[in-house]
């Protein structure tokens, strides 16, 4: 089950949007209404997907992000506002925010975006995109070949790649780390890219190749 938290001070809006999330069979959506409040809501519980508003009386969703990512380092946080972002488009970045959203938006655009951030592809207005710059990737040395250095696997993937080194289950896993099934299965697939492979014997064969595996206990 994907859990989504939202964050907005406007009940009507936070409800509408929690019923269309709930729509979707695999989807469940809190509401927190007083943004200052997300410490206690984020010692009891994690979420795999924040639904946050930019313009807050309490606290703003730059403000927010930061202090998501201090309990959480790989929340998915998707800024949800009626207004531009584009003004504010590095702030939010730099915050660490992985993507936007606006209030006007379909159905189908607001499930997609939080689908797509599960996935670490990030949603971004059309206009925003038509104005960056686009950056050239330079020319890789020992192309074909992987080195440690280049494979950097987050705090949260470090931990799924222990927990298959113990023989542990998705849903054990899952239960460890108090997250869902369903966000474990994702995380799962953003490693098997990383390393390029595609089950969980050659992910680990993989990672105690290069290293990745050194302060683990493999299980053999």
């Known amino acids: 089950m ?15 949007t929690r019923a269309i999330i709930e729509s979707e069979q695999d989807m469940e959506a809190e509401v927190l209404t007083e943004s200052d409040k997300i410490t206690e809501v ?6 795999d997907v924040y639904l946050i508003d ?10 927010l992000t930061k202090m998501i990512l201090e309990f959480d380092p790989d929340a998915n946080i998707l800024i949800y506002t009626g207004y531009d972002v584009i003004s504010h488009f590095n702030l939010l970045t730099d915050a660490g925010a992985s993507g936007f959203i606006s ?6 655009q607001l499930l997609t975006a939080i689908r797509c951030s599960l996935r670490d592809e990030a949603v971004i207005p059309i206009q925003l995109l038509k104005q960056l ?9 020992n192309k074909g070949k992987q080195h440690l250095g280049s494979i ?6 470090q931990q799924i790649l222990e927990g298959i080194s113990k023989g542990h289950t998705n849903r054990a896993i899952a239960l460890e780390l108090s997250m869902s099934q369903r966000s474990v299965e994702y995380h799962l697939t953003k490693i098997f890219s990383k390393l390029g492979v595609g089950s ?8 105690e190749e290069l290293g990745l595996l050194s302060l683990f206990s493999v299980k053999k």
Not at 42 to 47: A, S, V
Not at 103 to 108: D, H, Q, V
Not at 152 to 157: F, I, V, Y
């Open 42 to 47: 984020l010692k009891k519980e994690t979420y």
């Open 2 to 16: 994907i859990k989504v938290l939202i964050v907005d001070d406007h009940p009507a809006m936070g409800e509408g």
């Open 103 to 108: 209030k006007t938006s379909t159905r189908e």
């Open 200 to 207: 969980r014997t050659e992910a680990l064969l993989k990672a």
């Open 54 to 63: 930019l313009y807050m009386p309490k606290m703003n969703g730059i403000e």
């Open 133 to 141: 710059k686009r950056v050239e990737a330079a020319p890789s040395v």
């Open 152 to 157: 950097s696997l987050s705090r949260k993937e």
